[in-house]
């Protein structure tokens, strides 16, 4: 039980960067952001809907929405293995040069480039998903092989910048199907009606 209660206080320590609210509510909005971005990030990626034709009739046009729709859902609910890193990866490598955001969000990002790589606690992200989540070792990789064979799908995530309000964060989320195919962006949290929601993300180039 001591263990249990030290692990936890660990990690309500590690997972937080922010002022002005207690632990318990800063843990709380940490989770939320990661289980969030988690179910963001591990939703399948399909091309948008193709132009319709020339000559299409509504009820054409109708099923192709259809069968586009079916397909997404189809795909969200299939069950990967995620992987994902045991720690929470550090911003100080994040290049905002060109990054046009308002200043409230700009001060956000440049604390995050402040904060240090620390411990995740996988057990944490507890998604209504179905995945398998594993932890990411590189050991799991074939070094002869782009593609992830152990896993389908690998997900990382940065430490977390609040305001001092904490009802406005800022998070690295990145998702990589294969060695040679993933992407990184900053994604903008904000605290609505009591949840917190994506409100934009930028691509970004992490050196």
């Keep these: 039980m001591r263990n249990l209660y030290l692990k936890y206080s660990v990690s309500i320590v590690l997972i ?11 843990f709380e909005n940490s989770n939320e952001i990661l289980i969030t971005l988690y179910d963001t990030l591990a939703l399948p990626t399909l091309q948008d809907f193709p132009p319709l034709l020339e000559g299409y009739i509504s009820e054409d046009s109708l099923q192709t ?5 079916k397909l997404r859902e189809e795909q969200s609910r299939e069950i990967k293995t995620v992987a994902i890193p045991g720690y929470l990866i550090s911003g100080k490598n994040l290049e905002i040069e060109n990054l046009k955001l308002d200043e409230e969000f700009k001060t956000l990002v ?34 002869q092989v782009s593609d992830y064979l152990k896993f ?26 294969s060695g040679l195919a993933g ?20 691509g970004i180039w992490i050196s």
């Design 152 to 177: 389908d799908l690998l997900i990382s995530f940065s430490r977390i910048a609040f305001n001092a309000n904490s009802d406005k964060a800022v998070i690295i989320g990145t998702r990589s199907t």
């Design 110 to 143: 440049l604390q995050l480039k402040s904060l240090d790589a620390q411990p995740l606690d996988l057990s944490l992200i507890k998604t209504k998903r179905k995945d398998s989540i594993i932890e990411y070792k590189e050991q799991l990789l074939d070094p």
């Design 16 to 26: 937080v960067s922010s002022c002005g609210i207690g632990i318990e509510e800063k």
């Design 183 to 202: 992407n990184s962006a900053l994604y903008f949290f904000e605290r609505k009606n009591g949840k917190w929601i994506i409100v934009k993300s930028i």
């Design 65 to 69: 929405v259809r069968t586009f729709t």
